[in-house]
């Protein structure tokens, strides 16, 4: 897609202004993810030379929290290679995060005071969600109600953030994309949580069945627990490596339970109310679209 071209182009020009070689480098070492929040961002403010700036801002921002993540969930692969933590250090991956995160901000106290402080406001709620999902870590977390805040603000957030300034930039209604943004990005990450638990490790890029190892209570593992028989037998595997008998019987209790089969009708009603936001809105049939082509990523 060209325009992605451009976000990508945009992206090094911002980085090029450091005048810094190992930053450049750095750049080249990042794998290129699915860019959801620029998609979002161009199909609902077009292509121009703003909304091309907010895309790369709003991929800068993201991949700084990516970088930070792997350092907190000391993870060695992102995207299917090699994280930044893995090829160099701890401290590299935090100190290019704050590179890339820095400069962001800088392009972004440059854009319309409106989208500036969407965007800015929307980071404080992903770094909080952050926190919260690693604090949720610490014990067996039961609550719905928790993981939906949670998920909102690590995850949700800055795709709702996104689509409101892009909705601000392009002169729309922009509660509606707000809305939209919102309930995209809780589908989006539900449906994250779903394939950790469908998908293989080298569809995911990363490993499979490793939320729950991590101590991530996700929609699939809560709606499990309250429908399992043996609940101390799932408790007793929290936090553990599995082997592969151990996965087999989560996954066999999932199927038998419909703890899947229900989270994965709740993300797609949570979709749902995401179109209805929009319906209305010209063009809407393209969000339609996004929204469908994020739920249908193979469970
Ligand atoms: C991935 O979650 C992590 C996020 C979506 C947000 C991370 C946010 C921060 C580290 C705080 C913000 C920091 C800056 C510099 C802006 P995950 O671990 O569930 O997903 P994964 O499996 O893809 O790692
Ligand atoms: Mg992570």
Known sequence: MEELEQVKSQIKEFIKVCNHQKSLELLDKLATGKMLRSKLILKIAGVNEESIKLCAIVEMIHAASLLHDDVIDEADTRRGQPSVNALYDNKTSIMFGDILYSRAFTELSLMDKRVAYTISNAVTLLSIGEMMDVDLTESFNTSYDLYLDMIYKKTASLIEASAKAAAILAGLDENKYALYGKNLGLAFQMVDDILDITQDSATLGKPAMHDY???????????????????????????????????????????????????????????????????????????????????????
């Open 213 to 299: 190892v991590e101590g991530k209570v996700t929609i699939p593992y809560l709606f499990l627990y309250e429908r399992v028989e043996d609940k101390t037998k799932l408790a007793s595997l929290y936090k553990k490596e599995l082997s592969s008998e151990e996965s087999a019987w989560i996954k066999e209790q999932m199927k038998i339970t419909k703890a899947l089969e229900d989270s994965i009708l709740q993300a797609k009603e949570i979709g749902n109310e995401a179109i209805s936001a929009v319906i209305d809105e010209k063009d809407s049939q393209t969000l339609v679209m996004i929204m469908k082509a994020m739920i249908e990523r193979e469970f």
